[in-house]
């Protein structure tokens, strides 16, 4: 018998099972922040994963940001041992959705089917991945059960928030050593014909201007650092952002928009805190003494963190050469390095492979311009055969009326079904 074909045609008659599976996934609200409900999916994820033979542990990431009594940071890690030793796949998720936000059409917890495509928050990113991946394994153990290796499923908290109570921590405690695991796909909406190589780098920082408070109507007495912050972005606008534009990347980093070096501006405040709405009063006549801008710099592979910080205190520096009283502090809050598997790696050229059979043509392969869990797996990890796939259309991640297609789950199924078949079968002590 054909096993490739058969595990085929079983992963489409699962497909009432796929949708079921999935609409179960959505109808657990896991809102992060703060983190609703990782306990409750993670007691559903283990006991369907049992019931298909996986051993299951439920890992509390303890003390990591977020984490409390009433928000507690549940993660969970389930395995499945193989007949014969061999490679360990293992299919990470994130358990975690962002907020609704506004102009939904659908209920965003109700999981609607509606012709392919099943709506609500999290539907593509990405529960509709982590349901595609169960389907896939599950399919893979009925006709292959003699296979040789380990399997792991996880679904991971806080991805959305920098997945530190998540894959970070996981990390940390040495779930993603290569000693453990040789494979990672995580389900991703990147879609069905893509592989996602990495990601770019992230620096984030607040800078503050001082000044010094006064009478409105005798600013002279005082000194305006709302003022200092404008000649600030004024110097921004002069010489970083034009020299941002120029540093272009090798990385296929999708869109194209992307490929260059990229800033924003996340926030700007100076002066008076804003009033409530409701305030009906004027504001007082003050001289600014602060303000502060948060700033979140993109970065290329070819590029070094420590010259992504240099060149923006050369903007602070240079407008300080310029202003007299000028005073600024820059505050890192956060980074991230930019990392890319390579195009060669194993679990690159299977997947690759697998889109070809079950798609007809060769994937593209994608650089993400956000960071997501695969930096932990790198960094923290040090595990290297690490890429993104799954169905999915990744524009659609985090919009109103977020759905999945059904198809595409099916397609992506097949792909990762036809990878464990190569990865853990094959003229090896079976047979
Ligand atoms: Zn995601």
Not at 90 to 112: A, L, Q
Not at 325 to 339: K, S
């Amino acid at each position: 018998m054909d096993l490739k074909a058969e595990f085929q045609r079983r992963v489409m008659a699962k497909r009432p099972e796929l949708i079921a599976l999935t609409q179960d996934l959505i109808r657990i609200p896991t809102l992060n922040p703060p983190g609703e409900n990782y306990r409750k999916i993670c007691e559903y994820l283990s006991a369907r994963l049992k019931q298909t033979g996986f051993v299951v542990e439920l890992i509390r990431a303890f003390d990591t940001p977020g984490d409390s009594e009433k928000y507690p940071r549940w993660n969970i890690v389930a395995r499945c041992e193989g007949k014969y030793a061999g490679d360990c796949v293992h299919f990470n998720s994130h358990t975690d959705v962002v907020e609704i936000g506004k102009n939904w059409t659908f209920d965003p917890f109700g999981g609607v089917l509606k012709d392919d495509k099943i709506y609500g928050r999290g539907a593509c990113d990405m529960k509709g991945g982590l349901a595609t991946s169960i389907i896939a394994v599950e399919t893979f153990l009925e006709v292959w059960p003699d296979f040789s290796g380990a399997i792991e499923i996880s679904g991971t908290a806080d991805e959305e928030t920098g997945g530190f109570g998540g894959v970070a921590y996981l990390s940390e405690k040495g779930y993603f050593s290569p000693l453990k695991v040789q494979h990672v796909i995580i389900p991703e909406p990147l879609n069905k014909d893509r592989i996602c190589l990495g990601h770019r780098g992230v620096f984030w920082a607040e800078i503050e201007t001082h000044g010094r408070i006064a009478h409105g109507s005798m600013p002279f007495l005082g000194d305006c650092a709302v003022r200092h912050m404008g000649a600030v972005l004024s110097e921004m606008e002069h010489s970083l952002f034009p020299a941002l534009a120029k540093k272009r990347t090798d990385m296929p980093v999708v869109p194209e928009g992307a490929k260059q070096s990229t800033m924003n501006i996340n926030s700007f405040h100076g002066g008076q805190a804003i009033p409530e709405a409701d305030f009906t009063g004027l504001p007082s006549a003050v001289v600014p003494d602060s303000a502060k801008m948060i700033i979140d710099r993109r970065f290329l592979l070819e590029e070094n963190i420590d010259k992504v910080e240099a060149e923006i205190r050369e903007v602070l520096e240079k407008v300080k050469s310029e202003r007299p009283d000028f005073r600024y502090d820059m505050r890192e809050i956060h980074r991230v390095i930019p990392t890319m598997t390579d195009r060669n790696a194993p679990i690159v050229t299977t997947v690759s492979k697998a889109i070809n059979d079950v798609l007809g043509k060769s994937p593209q392969y994608v650089v993400s311009p956000g960071s997501y869990d695969q930096k932990h797996i790198d960094r923290i990890g040090r595990m290297k055969n690490c890429i993104a796939y799954g169905p999915g259309i990744l524009d659609l991640a985090h919009q109103p009326d977020e759905y999945i297609k059904v198809s595409d789950m099916l397609d992506s199924a097949k792909v990762m079904g036809l990878t464990l078949a190569e990865l853990l079968t094959g003229p090896s002590p079976q047979n």
